[in-house]
Each structure stands twice: as C-alpha cells, then as structure tokens.
C-alpha cells in the first residue's frame, strides 16, 4: 500500500491542524460555506429547466440543458481530482464559486438586457457544472485536514445533513418562488448565494496545499490515483458497492414517477402529493447523517454497512409488495436513515485510508462511479419496465441489491481496521 512518509510534507506554520476534541471554528465556515452553496445547487436544478422553457418548447433541448450541467461529471472529474491534489483546496472551491457566481450573474444580465439566449443557457449551465467538479472533490478532500481523524464521522454526519437540507427541502421551493419573480430574479439568486459562500469561505484560515515530492504530468498523476483505488481491496469494493447501488436506484426511480402519480397508476398518488412522498426519504438522509456516529458506534461500522444494504434492497423493492402510500413512506424513511449511515461511515473511512496526496483523485474516481453507473440505471429500469412492467423493476432490483452483502465478505471489521493500521504507518 502506497505510504506517504517519503511524498507528503506539511508545512508546520501554514498548514492548520485539524483540532483533536471539537470541530472547531473553521471547519463551521467550511459547513456554513457549503450550506449556502448548496442551497444554490438546489435552486438551479428546478431553475435550469423551468428558464429553458421560456425560450424553447422543444422537450429535447430542455432536457440538454439538465444534460449539460451534469456532463462534466463524466468529462472532467478525474482531472478535477488531480488538480485538488495539486493546488490549494480552499482556493480551488474559492475560485469554483466565483466562476459560478460570474457565470449566472452574466446570464441574469443577459436576460434583463434581453440578449439571452437557450445556447446561452447551456454555456453557463456546462461552466457551472465543470465548476461544480471542483467544488465537491475540493470540499470532500479538505474535511481531514480541518477535524481529526477520529471526528471525521461526526463532521461528515452533519456537513451531509446540511448539504442535503439546503438542496432537497429549502432549494427547490425557493427555486419557485425565484422563477415566479422572473427569469433574471432566478438566475441571479443562485450568483448572490455563490458570492456569499466565497466571502465566508475568505474567514476560512490557513494553508490546504499538499507539498510535492517531485514533477509529474497530469495524466499521470490521474493514472497514479487509479492504480491506488484498483491495488487497494477494501476502496475497491467499496466503490464496486457504490457503482451497482446507484444503478440499483436510478433503475427503480427513473420509472417510480409511473408507478406512483396519477388516477391511473398503482399508487394513485397527485403530483403535489409524490413530492411529498419522496422528501420522505429525504428526511430519513438528514436524520440519519446526523445519528451515523451513534449507528456505528452501536452496530459497530461492517455491521453498519451490512444493515444498510439490506435497507436499499427493500427500499428499492417495496413498491413490489405495497402500493400504500403509507406503508411505503415509512419504509422509505427508514431507509434514508441506514443509507445516510452508509455514506458518512465509507467517507470518512476514505478520507481516513487514502493518503491526503491522492484524496482528491480517489474522491473524484468514486463520484465518477456514481455518476457513471446513474444513466446506464435508469435506461435499464425503462427497458425493464417495458418487457416486463414496473412492478418487475422493483422487484428485480430489490433482488440485485441483495446481491451486494457479497461485498461485505471483504467489508469485516478485521479489514477496515487494517486498511487503517496500513495508513497510519
């Protein structure tokens, strides 16, 4: 296992430590940072669209709009990752809010000047997104140098809860309310929001630069973080894990909107009414990101992840066996809880294993996975939807994901806390 006694210094005056029994006052800019950025996230993927539907009608080129802001995770994200390994992480997530916040702020005044335009919108929508590949690996990757080691769970647990309650629950709604206002009111929201996480992240002190060795090229510090992801077992399975359960649930809820919405469907749920069904599952992720520490501290983590699992399958397979609402939203809801367990127990074992050199680029190699893995899913749940029904979708994928306690033969006790021992020395 690569070690990073002979390839990390540390600059003892510039570089601060992370703080052994509290989290401290920087890593609550870096949160408060993040809360405000991510509200914006959630304004502008329900104010993408609604803006591209004043200048077109076309159903196609909406969609593209969606489509390139979320492209660049598939184009960019391993050299985002090789370039937050060689530059300074809080400057990288300055710069990535900045170029957001001028991009938006540009295409507000395009709209008021009403030179706007829709391939305008996919411009600044791609921009955004090539800066959102920065801004996340960066914001991943610093947490281990602002908290201990020991606290990552409990910084990741509420970072995660923050994250998500900006851009599930507050963004969407605001993103309405924005759009009533009028186009360039919803386009500069988001602009301001960035502009306010770049002046909180400014209070944000010290140096988060990993001094190097020695030269290298891009190419091959991207193919060095590779090596480190595939030679490594316990990350290896994880991010093997990580790939299938996105698949797993882009499949099922890429045709649930069928299953669950209109007079005619299993459910028979109104559209209204299927938005507060899934923020269901939603609430579950909060509350379970802020009660990950206390999960594994009383299952112990492999345990964790096990229970976890088996929670995707039969959230994912319920709708097979009940069409009630009810029933349906308390499965989910419990669900959220272990699958926010899982996420901030395998990120903080990542952050804790991976060397902090090669963090951004094993982060970014994940997010690829997960990213990957989302359309591939959900074009498999509309052909399966189509051969054998919805009914079938859940109850196939509800099967796969059971499939993935193989993984937790690798996923012991024994081995995370070797994979631990391993990095310490």
Known sequence: MTGVG???????????????????????RLWSASAVSNLADGIVKIALPLVAVGYTGSPVLVAGVVAAFSLPWL????????????????????????????????????????????????????GAGVAETLYDTSAQSILPQLVAREALPRANGRLHAVELAANQFVGPPLAGLLVAAGTAVALAGPAGL??????????????????????????????????????????RTLATMVGVSNFITNAVFAVLVLYAVGPGSAIGLTEPGYGIFLTTIAAGIVLGSLVAGWIERRLGRARALGVSVVAMAVVVGAPAVSTNPFVLGAVFFGGGILLAAWNVI??????????????????????????????????????????????????????????????????TDAAIEAAERDAAT
């Open 6 to 28: 002979d390839s990390l210094r540390t600059d003892p005056v510039t570089m601060p430590r992370p703080e052994p029994d509290r989290l401290g006052g920087r890593y609550w």
């Open 75 to 126: 184009l960019f994200a391993l050299p985002a990752g090789a370039l937050v390994d060689r530059l300074d992480r809080r400057r990288v997530m300055l710069v990535a809010n900045t170029l957001r916040a001028a991009l938006f702020g540009a295409m507000a005044l395009a709209v008021a000047l009403d030179v706007g335009s829709i391939w305008l919108l996919y411009l600044v929508a791609f």
């Open 194 to 235: 960035w502009a306010v996480a770049v002046a909180v992240l400014l209070l944000v002190g010290g140096r988060f630069r990993i001094e190097r060795a020695g030269r290298s090229t891009l190419r091959a510090d991207i193919a060095e973080g590779l090596r480190f992801l595939w030679r490594h077992r316990l990350l």
């Open 346 to 411: 395998t990120i903080s074992l990542r952050q804790r294993i991976t060397p902090d050199r090669l963090l951004g680029r094993v982060n970014s190699s994940y997010r690829l996975l997960a990213w990957g893995s989302m359309p591939v899913g959900a074009v498999v749940g509309g052909l399966l939807a189509e051969l054998f029904g919805l009914r079938a979708v859940f109850a196939i994928m509800g099967g796969l994901a059971l499939t993935l306690l193989l993984g937790m033969l690798r996923v």
